[in-house]
């Protein structure tokens, strides 16, 4: 069966510091790969998502960033953190070729800039 | 614009039955996903319609009227457990996700 992590589960990072969040996949190959940000309140918000290793596709200019190094692994990245980049970040997997799939998301990061 | 509504919040009955309403409004169309999220955690997958109709999968019921932009979760003999919220996502001619911003869903004893 398939599980996807994520760590760390939690993360209080000052303004101006970088970011590295990471989320594994595990189970099936070549999955598509997305990162979302929820908001306190709000809807899940996609960040980015990736179809291959290298494939990364921005839905949000902003001041984070995406890499996919290894087929089963996605980090989401910042050089500087803002305050407006507190939130819920959830990494979610699909099985890759149809178009209908659904998603199934890791547990999550919990940040809070200070 | 793309746009997805549902009710920000409802209260039940342990015991009871929940209707929760979801309208999409979205640049083609492709189905309609249903999630539970527990508080701090990550959304499940519950349903997911793509033909007008109701689909039953035990406790839980997902309805689907593509003609009126219009989704609900039925939700029988509420349990406690049930205590979350419920979002309602429409995929848009680009198979991508429109996700709504939720529905909390409280059950009272």
């Known amino acids: 069966s398939q599980t996807i992590h994520q760590w760390p589960a939690t993360l209080v990072q000052p303004v101006g510091s970088p970011l590295s969040l990471e989320c594994t996949v595990e189970?099936?190959?070549?999955?598509?790969l997305y990162w979302y940000r929820q908001a306190a309140g709000r809807g899940l918000q996609l960040l980015f998502y990736?179809?291959?290793?290298?494939?990364i596709s921005s839905e949000v200019p902003q001041n984070l960033s995406a890499s996919r190094p290894q087929d089963r692994q996605f980090i989401l990245s910042s050089k500087k953190l803002l305050l407006s980049d507190s939130g819920f970040y959830l990494c979610?997997?699909?099985?890759?070729?149809?178009?209908?799939?659904?998603?199934?998301f890791g547990p999550g990061t919990r940040l809070l800039v200070l | 614009g793309q746009n997805i509504d549902q009710p920000t919040e409802m209260t039940a009955t342990e015991g009871a039955i929940v209707q929760i309403n979801c309208t999409y409004q979205?640049?083609?169309?492709?189905?309609l996903f249903w999630y539970q999220q527990h508080a701090g955690e990550a959304p499940t997958f519950l349903s997911y319609?793509?033909l007008d109709g109701l689909e039953e999968k035990g406790r839980f019921s997902s309805f689907l009227s593509r003609s009126k932009g219009y989704s609900y979760l039925l939700l029988k003999e509420l349990q406690m457990k049930d205590s979350a919220s419920y979002l309602c996502?429409?995929?848009?001619?680009?198979?991508?996700?429109?996700w709504g911003a939720g529905t909390k869903l409280i059950i009272k004893p």
């Open positions: 990736s179809v291959g290793i290298g494939q």
């Open positions: 979610a997997w699909s099985v890759s070729g149809r178009e209908v799939e659904t998603q199934y």
């Open positions: 319609n793509v």
């Open positions: 996502a429409a995929l848009d001619s680009n198979y991508q996700l429109i």
């Open positions: 189970g099936t190959s070549n999955p598509n």
């Open positions: 979205t640049s083609g169309f492709n189905g």
